[in-house]
């Protein structure tokens, strides 16, 4: 294009321009800047949606009461409930459940605000090949390709933390001396059910809960969008829908 015609495209563009609302030049300037998105461009936004679903979910679960006055309180299950419910009777163990239920918990908020270096290096190491699917999927396909992709690496790392944890919080010291009492009243069938692997997984499903909380709001909200490519990565997706 030579100068002059340059200089009259310019020009034309800038009269265009006088007459738009600031709503109408945002889109005028991102229609004038877009260019195809790649897609590496792609994956690489789909995993800063995916840390930020990791921050919203670390930032709430880990804090005090993250677990244990919220929805994602961690109860125990049936055949623990067994156990306590036996002793409930017993002298020394009539608070059991409300005790075990409280040291589990916090033990969970503890292992979750030690968890963002292992869910990063997760979502680090993806190799998203079908990034373009995973963008036009659902409101939660991100989140579901992580948790198809890494939970049973990540259950392996997280699972020491949440055993240190409970470790912290004395709830394994406490859950053995519980079962030691259970199985010495008469007529019972001895039981140990292995609190570690019960409460890693539900952390991780409070965490994975939250991850797509987040996934769905940038999907649905600009306003999460947070950075540039977000904002061109997820305006993708709206032209799509």
């Known amino acids: 294009m030579s100068p002059i015609k340059a200089t009259a495209v310019i020009l034309l563009f800038a009269v265009t321009l006088q007459g738009c609302s600031s709503s109408d030049m945002r889109r005028i300037l991102d229609i004038a800047s877009e260019r195809q998105l790649s897609t590496e461009e792609v994956a690489m936004g789909l995993k800063e949606a995916l840390n930020k679903g990791v921050e919203s979910g670390v930032g709430f679960l880990g804090t005090r009461d993250g677990f244990l006055e919220t929805d994602y309180k961690i109860l125990l299950p049936s055949e623990a409930r067994q156990i306590t419910d036996r002793l409930q009777r017993v002298p020394g163990f009539s608070q059991v459940e409300s005790i075990v239920l409280e040291r589990i918990n916090r033990s969970a908020e503890d292992a979750v ?40 690496s990540l259950y392996d790392e997280f699972n020491p933390v949440i055993l240190d944890a409970l470790d912290k919080f004395n709830a394994l010291e406490y859950w053995e001396s519980a079962v030691n009492a259970y199985n010495q009243i008469p007529f019972v069938e001895e039981s140990n059910p292995r609190l570690d692997d019960y409460v890693t997984n539900q952390a991780l499903d409070a965490l994975f809960d939250r991850i797509a909380v987040e996934e769905r709001s940038i999907r649905h909200d600009i306003n999460k969008r947070t950075s540039d490519l977000l904002r061109r990565v997820f305006a993708q997706q709206d032209e799509e829908t």
Do not use: V
């Open 113 to 152: 605000s030690r968890a963002t270096p292992i869910f990063r290096d997760a979502i680090r190491q993806m190799t998203i090949r079908d990034a373009w699917d995973i963008l036009r999927g659902d409101d939660y396909a991100a989140t579901n390709y992580l948790i198809l992709t890494t939970r049973e």
